[in-house]
């Protein structure tokens, strides 16, 4: 081939071609761009008023003894607030509740995509998504006057059976409703539409080719499961349940109903006792600025936790193999 | 203001009849076919350059086919023609495009009115799915502010000269994507004759055809040569014969920028090409 | 399979029977299970071998996570319904909680006075929020500017901001600083409805981009190519193709503002009595009326609580079955055909807090 033609003329440069805008596209930028950039106002602005008015109570009280008391009494001069206290419990509840909910969401995401049929798949991910879109007060209630009586011999069984474990034990004659474990396992049904459409998603994605390749190979549906699904949708399965900790994390009024919101550091998590940021927030209306300016700052810590918690979550299903296209 | 002949008699494969009529568009483009001429053309994605130095005539009225390997640049040649290439981010182009004789580049000029003045129709036919049929054909007199008195006899004339009057006039108000592939493709080509363009830009419109429709689409350019300009890019040496009177063949060498390595009429290309390269890739032995 | 959940059965009635205690349903349940599990492995072991066997008792292990999903939802619809249906009368629509006191059946007085507040606070946050949310999704969608990056990251933070602090946050900014001249700045619906906005604005954003960034870019060129502006393309283009999708993400967005309790408190702040101005005073919503009074300590306010309750889970539902229908391929049904064509898209359910 004679592709000796010569290459050595100097780059050439790309001339600029600017288009002359439509009047009503130069509209529909303005238009477009200050919604967007007042969104990002207005949210900014939410996120420095939250840092600034926490200013006031964490000037005061020290943004590490903040951070490490357990206390939270505004009777008492000077007030001695911090959110430990808020914080031990929020994080209690909210793991109790993914540790119930994961297996349950899984399975349940691989009876949908791999054990129903058609017809079946598509009201079930119906059903899914509805109590994904019932509001987390109707489970309050549902767990505040129903599940909190159910539960307490659960609780009872648990601590006989279990008591050796430290934190399973409870005290003899010990109030056993409006426990940490019932929050958890309220706000745990709560949470579980999140993982099961989560990891519903992922499974659905595995790739067919890969499946049949494994019930070729004579493996059985749970072989098949094991080998291909699972791991194809393990970034899935991490991601959702960073995601249902996440919410689970800000989840408010169900806790709000189910604890008594006095926050102590409870060794026991079956006996009465504890409280949550969000919960803590919610039962404490009103009051003086400081304390506004104190529960501005538990509520800022929540948050930041909240953020990371979802932040983790997106950045792991988006590296994952099955998580391109999902979305969070 | 635009007149447009159109005979009834084409769509029964008679000879054109001599018995037009007329439908008139309000601030479409000027009337009739126009030349379209790429001078000293390149293109870059980025930092790198695709296209390099197309110099190319296509005649006012007549059928101009592309061909040449995958890669090589066709489409992005095409997008220039019609400043498509623009939109994409990070693209960057230098020399003229000359429509009419006029530079589609030229500072303060519309993209908006260069496009309405050629148009394209995809590789992929991409009816809108909201919209019926007819609403479809009608969808350029809505998108580009061009007013018509006659929308009946619009859309009967354009999606005749589609060729496609015949399937669809009885469900004109059934969305745009009840349709087969093939006939979504003819509507592609009925909206964008819609606006009376000058010049129509075709990117492999039947790669994802049956032969049927094929030569459907093929007869179809056929009976649209005089009316308007065609800027075809096509895999197919066979529908390029059939087709084109004028023939270009583009080609990427390794690492190094697409180019028109030769252009000429249809006949000669496919008989005797200056360019071994050509006459390899006509006959089918490219590597 | 029978055989396995009979002999589980016996087993534990053997075993219980035998210690004789009262360890309460859970215990029962939970033995029975894992013995009819071990029951039905080694009875499907014997005849087809391990591996079948594991297989099988899988499958079970499975379809039982998939009953508990549905028993969940079941348990909680059923459990409202029953309990909300037992205060539930036409008086709770025209009446609110004028001179009632504890020792009024339930079935008196009514919750008007809430849902009047609910749907005005759900109207004024939805006017708010959507001009906005749709604004901004477009921006991050169908512009070039280099803001889209930050405006998504500010937008997917905000979005998992805890309900409670937008209530507060709403509380700390106008309501606390005017404590003394309380009238539009006090305790009312309209700052119920800002705080509502700011949990729907970054909820709405989020969905409805998704929705928009599933049309197809095709669609999108063709249009320019026609000679459309980028305006016209979105408007004429884009969101007709896309309205399906905005519709359900919407209302499902709506559905989500309806039942949201926990910014009220510290905005709304809950009253007994019917308040129609949003503008000025406290007002009551059917949350806050739940709320407030399945904890009252009297049993009628419960009840009267629980009617709420159901009112509430009939307007999410009827929400969600909106959301379905206005979202469903009707392409699908309208024309019968195996052939190709472009779907409009539809949102994936919102699963952020
Ligand atoms: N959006 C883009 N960004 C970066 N590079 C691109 C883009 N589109 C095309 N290219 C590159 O430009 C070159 C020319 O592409 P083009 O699509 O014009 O080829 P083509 O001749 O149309 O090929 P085909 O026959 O397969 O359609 C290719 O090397 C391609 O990789
Ligand atoms: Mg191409």
Redesign the interface.
Known sequence: ?D?ETP?ASP?????V??????R??R???A??????????V???I??L??LT?SGDSLGQTGLWTFLTRVEWRTDVQPARIGVLGLLVGTVVVAVIAVVLAV??????A???T???SARLRRV?I?????????????????G???LSN?MV??S??IS?HFGWIPFLATEPNRDLTGSMFIAGVVVG?MV???I???AR?VFSQAPPGEKEAALALGS????M?RTVVLPYGKGGIVGGTM?AL??A?????AV??LLPQVPLVSKNILEYGGAT??GF??TH?GGD?FT??G??AA??V??II??G???MA?VVVSRSRSGVGV?? | MTTITVDRARSNGTHPSPTPRLVELIGGPPPGAAAIEARGACAWFGDRLVLESVDLLMPAGQVTALIGPSGCGKSTFLRLLNRMHELVPGAALDGEVLLDGEDVYRHGRRAQEVRTRIGMVFQKPNPFPAMSIRDNVLSGLKLAQIKCHDKDGLVEQSLERAGLWKEVRDRLHQPGGALSGGQQQRLCIARSLAVHPNVLLMDEPCSALDPTSTRRIEETIGELRHQVTIVIVTHNMQQAQRVSDHCAFFLAEENEPGRVIEHATTTKMFSTPDDRRTLNYVEGRFG | MAGAAGTALCLNWLVFGRLGDGQGWFALLVSTYLTFLACFFIATADRYGRLVATDRTITVVVVSAGGVVLAALASLVIFILVLGLKALRPGFFTSDQTGITPLLPSTEGGGSHAVVGTLEQTALSLVLSLPLSLGAAVFLNESRSRWRRPVRIFVDAMSGLPSIVCGLFIFAVFIQPHAKDAAIFGFNGLMASLSLSLIMIPTITRTVEVVLRLVPDGLREASLALGASRARTVWSVVFPTARTGMTTAIVLGIARCVGETAPLIYTAFGYDLMNANPFNGSQEALPLFVFRNVQKPDQTAIERGFAGALVLMVIVLALFALARYLGRDRTRRAAPSRRWRPRAPRPTQEVRP
């Not at chain 1, 238009?31 to 990002?40: D, K, P, Q």
């Open positions: 081939m592709a290459v780059p050439r440069r790309p001339r071609v600017v288009d002359e805008p439509a009503v596209d509209v529909f930028d238009v477009t761009f200050w919604s967007g950039f007042s969104v990002l207005l949210l900014s939410v996120g008023f939250l008015s297996p349950v969401g899984v399975l349940a691989l009876f949908i791999d054990y129903s079930l119906g059903l899914v998504d509805l109590l994904a879109a019932i509001p987390s007060l109707l489970f309050g209630v549902w505040f006057v129903l159910q011999p659960v009872r069984w006989d049904i579980l539409p999140i099961t459409s989560v998603e059985t549906r749970w072989g499961i995601l996440g919410r994390l800000g989840e408010t009024i709000a109903l940021v969000s927030i919610a209306s600025p506004v300016s529960l501005m509520g800022l929540l948050f909240t953020l918690t979802n932040m997106s979305e969070l």
